[in-house]
């Protein structure tokens, strides 16, 4: 065999060990990035706020999968029970929610939208979730669920921030002026129930301003919505209207003496009232006007609650003038 032969051999041989090594060497390789990327994709799902699940109903109710596991939110037992009886794991689901979530395994809601409920972490706290579900059929029939849930309890915080401050006055944490019409338009126009509107007024803000500074004039209203504020409930609403004006909405099963034991209330403790660090009493005029009836009266009852407070600051008025001429 002559040299030529020997080298093409020994060269072929040299390739095909190097393609070997090469092949091993590459297949390792990949099998490593596999094993990163599997690896990080768990480290996702365990961190992830979603959960990805697949249910069975049948031939009998269990998790097919569950991602994160329930381990993972609540211990290795709960991890293996939930999954040997589910029924352990729906029963962790919020009692006012509960029949809605049947009827999600039941087939009797609207799929197309998502379904938002509370689950009871191991603290015993709930966490607010929105699934979206898209059942499996056979036959015409729901054998399965399949969907995702992702706690939504920042986004709750922040609906329930905002629509505080779209709600409330800032100044004195009061409802403002908008929700007040807002009540005004839903019992004048879809509720009808015995109502009532008081209005308040503080007769001596610009005194107060003038003397003392806005401040000052800042604490006035602050103590005068926190003394209106004691009678709040269910079914007495007070707001703040802007400046120096506030209101009380009355609704509910409240007779016209309840509304004026109420309005004496209020009277009584705001006369008894003083802010030592200005040395001011409050002094409000008050006026209020009541109907058994609120459909298309709150336009009408506020006008004349409107009229019944100034009739009590003028009243006022001119008995500080007689008993300061006499």
Same mark, same amino acid.
């Given at each position: 065999?002559?040299?030529? #032969? ?6 072929? #041989? ?8 090469? +092949? ?19 480290? $996702? ?15 009998? =109710? ?20 939930? =999954? ?9 689901? +919020? ?5 809605? =979530? ?10 197309? /939208? ?13 966490? *607010?979730?929105?699934?979206?579900? *898209? ?36 100044? *004195? ?19 009808? *129930? ?19 500074? +806005? ?13 209106? /504020? ?18 009380? $909405? ?51 009852? =506020? ?17 500080? $003038? ?5």
């Amino acid at each position: 065999m002559n040299t030529f #032969v020997l080298s093409f051999i020994a060269g072929g #041989v040299v390739g095909v060990i190097g393609f070997g090594i090469y +092949h091993y060497y590459d297949k390792n390789k990949k099998r490593k990035q596999k094993m990163e990327e599997d690896k990080r994709f768990s480290g $996702l799902v365990a961190s992830s706020k979603d959960i990805i699940y697949y249910f069975e109903k049948v031939p009998g =109710f269990r998790f097919r999968y569950m991602l994160p596991s329930l381990e993972h939110f609540y211990g290795e037992e709960m991890g293996r029970d939930g =999954f040997v009886d589910p029924k352990k794991y729906f029963y962790l689901v +919020h009692p006012d929610d509960l029949d809605m =979530f049947w009827k999600k395994i039941h087939g009797e809601v609207d799929y197309s /939208k998502p379904i938002i409920y509370r689950i009871r972490n191991r603290e015993g706290k709930y966490n *607010t979730y929105e699934e979206y579900t *898209t059942p499996v059929y056979k036959d015409g029939e729901i054998i399965a669920l399949q969907g995702i849930l992702r706690n939504i309890n920042e986004k709750i915080k922040l609906q329930n921030e905002l629509e505080y401050r779209i709600n409330h006055d800032d100044l *004195t944490g009061l409802f403002n002026r908008g929700y007040f019409e807002k009540q005004l338009d839903k019992y004048a126009n879809e509720m009808n *129930t015995p109502v009532a509107i008081v209005i308040c007024d503080l007769d001596d803000l610009k005194y107060v301003n003038d003397s003392f500074g +806005h401040k000052a004039g800042d604490l006035l209203i602050k103590t005068t919505a926190s003394i209106l /504020k004691e009678f709040s409930s269910d079914t007495v609403i007070p707001s703040r209207l802007g400046g120096d004006e506030f209101a009380l $909405l009355i609704v509910g099963n409240s007779s016209l003496d309840d509304v004026e034991s109420l309005v004496g209330s209020i009277e009584n403790k705001v006369n008894t009232y003083r802010i030592d660090s200005i040395s001011q009493s409050i002094k409000l005029s008050i006026g209020f006007a009541y109907s058994n009836d609120s459909l298309n009266e709150m336009d009408r009852l =506020f006008i004349e609650a409107d009229k019944n407070m100034y009739k009590n600051k003028k009243q006022k008025k001119s008995r500080t $003038l007689l008993a300061v001429e006499g």
